[in-house]
């Protein structure tokens, strides 16, 4: 599958990454089955049976060595 780089935050604590933007940067697989690629075989179907799978190639903009607030257990 293609990759598609994206920006966001790492919270080591956890692993935890939040995308905020795909940059556009697209480095193509040149399968014939997959849909983001310049190969792609079925390119004028509307409606054809390929996998629309987008593979992230993370880029970290903010690293936090703390856990994500969402990782994080409510106190009893």
Known sequence: MCLHE??????T??????????TG???????LRCKTSASHM???ARNCGCLSVVTEDR????????????CIRPSR
């Open 6 to 11: 994206i920006v966001g935050d790492y919270w």
């Open 42 to 44: 079925h390119k004028t």
């Open 25 to 31: 940067v697209t480095s193509d697989c040149g399968s």
């Open 59 to 70: 880029r970290v903009q903010n690293l936090y060595r703390t856990r994500h607030p969402d």
């Open 13 to 22: 604590g956890c692993g935890h990454f939040h995308g905020r933007y795909f």
